[in-house]
């Protein structure tokens, strides 16, 4: 599995609460750019009940649109445009309420009468009109307008810059985000947000030392700042440093609260840098609280498989297909069904499993390894060598798949095809004696009673690399060098066939084949020359 496909699966959509408390607008605020809707929520309908006015319901439907209750955000999107019925503002809201419900002809109708009653001078309802645009993906390209103009008038507000680069970013145009990134930075070299997204684009394009630049400052700013911790440790994933990613992950928990959303993403951290132990703790501390956690019911499969505990692992896939949607299935979810199938030898519904991950993400060649392992099992070796060979088509071809594929030609006595394969590891890895050593024995087969030799040409390059570690490599050449000793002994050159037999008595000096052909050189031993080869 590669990284990118495992983070994706297991960590988006997880992010989210804390513990901040506070009583302006602003916290609220501060909230929200923290991912901490249901906190968001609570200060701001303490807000809107000390002070019940138009921009504080704006930010409370906010709150209620970014934590997915898009009903509530039209009541209070409504309440603000409730407070003055001649008010700008007030109708921009009325607009995006109507935005959210999906009136795309009323919502634009109230738009353009803000903008007629604000002369479009105003740059709170640009902004508002701007914002609604890009917070319900209706139209990015008037959202983008709006804020532009809106920044005209007023190019100090650093969280417009950075609602510009998200509706940029939605677009896929990352320089354009990044421009408006650097440009909230500039408005306000302290508003933290302009920082963690400039890093986080940093890290979306791998330019990971200017992302690690980004958090830092964030972190400067202000040394609680939960999400910089998080964003920190999600960099040092990507990049391996998986100590130092627990590590941030650790104080992202601490400074957030250990709360079942936190603890989620803190386990889904620890799966990904391999500690299935400690993801089945945390995943099962989460599940206390949370039993219907989808992502964590998953975690806790996998974690079990990789644990080698393939009975729990099991039960737990049973109870994650029995709880989640069909369309909230992932290829991995058949994969680690299928391979826990394949323990239990379940193999028919292991191979139906692993062939709908397969189907669901064709990217994914690594699956058909896992196929042709059953297919083996199934000694169904020309399947095998099927899937083996559309693996070797689909993805990047390594020297061990050239191992295994040829192995699989040895198998099903196809030793052509097989020193075909091998032959590639010797061209791309010439000092890897182990490859010369595959090559001489399926030319070995091909030339069975030894007269061609097609086999000498390996075994001799397999000793000259081998010899190096005698010791580590002990059997191969005993193999190597009786191998040519029968060689040289068929060919009448008993100088030759001495030599190497004496290599093999020195490897292992009670070995009966070299003792033998050695009798039979020195006419000590009558037997003929077919009866002397194994």
């Excluded at 090559?439 to 190096?468: F, T, V």
């Amino acid at each position: 599995m590669t990284k990118n496909w495992k983070y994706a699966l297991l960590i988006t959509g997880i992010f989210s609460t804390s513990s901040a408390i506070g009583q302006t607008l602003q916290d609220g605020r501060k909230a929200m750019e923290k991912d901490q809707y249901q906190d968001a929520k609570k200060i701001l309908l303490k807000v809107v009940k000390a002070d019940n006015n138009e921009i504080n319901n704006i930010a409370l439907g906010d709150a209620y649109l970014k934590a997915g209750q898009p009903d509530s955000a039209v009541f209070y999107y409504n309440q603000a445009a409730s407070k003055n019925a001649k008010s700008a503002l007030g109708m921009a809201a009325a607009g995006k309420a109507a935005l959210v419900r999906n009136d795309l002809t009323q919502a634009e109708s109230k738009f353009a009468d803000a903008l007629k009653r604000s002369k479009s001078k105003d740059a709170e309802v640009l902004l508002t009109i701007g914002s609604a645009y890009i917070d319900t993906d209706k139209n990015l390209g008037r959202g983008i307008e709006n804020l532009n103009k809106a920044l005209a008038l007023n190019n100090k507000n650093a969280a417009a810059y950075v609602k510009l680069g998200d509706a940029y970013l939605k677009q896929n145009d990352g320089g354009k985000a990044m421009s408006a990134y650097e440009n909230a930075i500039r408005a306000d070299n302290n508003y933290i947000l302009g920082h963690l997204r400039k890093g986080q684009l940093s890290v979306r394009s791998r330019n990971y030392n200017e992302a690690q630049t980004a958090y830092t400052s964030a972190i400067q700013i202000d040394p609680n700042y939960a999400p910089a911790y998080r964003d920190l440790g999600e960099l040092y994933y990507f990049v391996g440093k998986y100590d130092l990613a627990l590590q941030n992950y650790k104080k992202y928990v601490e400074m957030a609260g250990k709360t079942p959303e936190t603890r989620a993403v803190y386990a889904s951290f620890l799966f990904l840098t391999k500690d299935y132990k400690g993801t089945i703790a945390e995943a099962e501390e989460v599940l206390k609280k949370d039993p219907n956690n989808l992502t964590m019911k998953r975690l806790l499969a996998y974690s079990y498989y990789e644990t080698g505990q393939y009975d729990q692992a099991q039960a737990a896939m049973q109870d994650y297909f029995k709880t989640a949607p069909a369309d909230k299935l992932l290829s991995s979810d058949y994969e680690y069904q299928g391979k826990i199938l394949a323990k239990a030898d379940k193999n028919q519904e292991a191979l139906t499993s692993l062939n709908k991950a397969l189907e669901m993400d064709s990217t994914r060649a690594d699956l058909r390894y896992d196929i042709a392992q059953i297919y083996v099992k199934q000694n169904n070796l020309p399947k095998a060598i099927s899937m083996y060979r559309n693996k070797l088509k689909t993805g990047k071809p390594t020297n061990t798949d050239y191992y295994y594929l040829g192995s699989l030609y040895d198998q099903s006595k196809n030793y052509r095809s097989a020193d075909s394969l091998y032959a590639l590891i010797t061209v791309n890895n010439p000092t890897y004696a182990q490859a010369y050593l595959w090559r001489a024995r399926s030319n070995s087969n091909l030339d069975p009673e030894s007269k061609q030799g097609l086999a000498k040409p390996h075994y001799e390059k397999y000793i000259e690399l081998a010899s190096a570690d005698k010791a580590k490599n002990k059997d191969g050449l005993v193999e190597a060098n009786y191998y040519l000793g029968y060689y040289y002994y068929l060919k009448n050159d008993k100088a030759k066939a001495n030599a190497h037999l004496k290599e093999v008595l020195a490897l292992d000096p009670t070995n009966k084949q070299a003792k033998t052909l050695q009798g039979v050189l020195s006419g000590a031993d009558t037997k003929s020359k077919s009866k002397s080869k194994k």
